[in-house]
T-cell receptor, first 108, second 113 residues
């Protein structure tokens, strides 16, 4: 079968660093994506890992380990506007499968 | 460049009715995917169209169907609506056939009563 697991909720403090993990089990895998969705908004693309290792985009970084079927999204210098849901998504050869999302709460 | 647009934004229907939702992708994007988003299930893939052909389909009943026109605009139809079909329906477009970056529209909020 196929599945993605990510925590349902994570809480962190403004200015801190938070890591959102994602483990997957799927066939036909060729990459892992991350999307951000604010309440009432549409998902927006954050990053993509097609190869093992770390990809950095400003305050956000994403990591992939194919051998461990594991990835994570790292958010640094958290700001209140980062309060949102974050989805990992497996890019397969036929479609993209999304996890159920992690709700990130940021405390002042 | 204009983003992905979806119409209508909100819709209320009665159980047993049918509904058609529309999606216009970003200009130049030829692939459109549809997703159903509910609080309990997250984003679930419905189907994908590329150059007017359905390339992939998710695990939804036949009541859910779609099509794509020559200008890449896409529609999805749900017949014989059920209460459980209440959800946010999102469409996303990508530039190339195997691009990984999807651009989502604002969604259509469907409520079935």
């Amino acid at each position: 079968g196929q599945s993605l697991e990510q925590p349902s909720e994570v809480t962190a403090v403004e200015g801190a660093i938070v890591q959102i993990n994602c483990t997957y089990q799927t066939s036909g895998f060729y990459g892992l994506s991350w999307y951000q969705q604010h309440d009432g908004g549409a998902p927006t693309f954050l990053s993509y890992n097609g190869l093992d290792g770390l990809e950095e985009t400003g305050r956000f970084s994403s990591f992939l380990s194919r051998s461990d079927s594991y990835g994570y999204l790292l958010l640094q210098e958290l700001q209140m506007k980062d309060s949102a849901s974050y989805f990992c998504a497996v890019n397969r050869d036929d479609k993209i499968i999304f996890g159920k999302g992690t709700r990130l709460h940021i405390l002042p | 460049k204009a983003g992905v647009t979806q119409t209508p934004r909100y819709l209320i229907k009665t159980r047993g009715q049918q509904v058609t939702l529309s999606c216009s992708p970003i200009s130049g994007h030829r692939s459109v995917s549809w997703y159903q988003q509910t609080p309990g299930q997250g984003l679930q893939f419905l189907f994908e169209y590329f150059s007017e052909t359905q390339r992939n389909k998710g695990n939804f009943p036949g009541r859910f169907s779609g099509r794509q026109f020559s200008n890449s605009r896409s529609e999805m139809n749900v017949s014989t609506l059920e209460l459980g079909d209440s959800a946010l329906y999102l469409c996303a477009s990508v530039q190339g056939q195997n691009s990984y970056e999807q651009y989502f529209g604002p969604g259509t909020r469907l409520t079935v009563t």
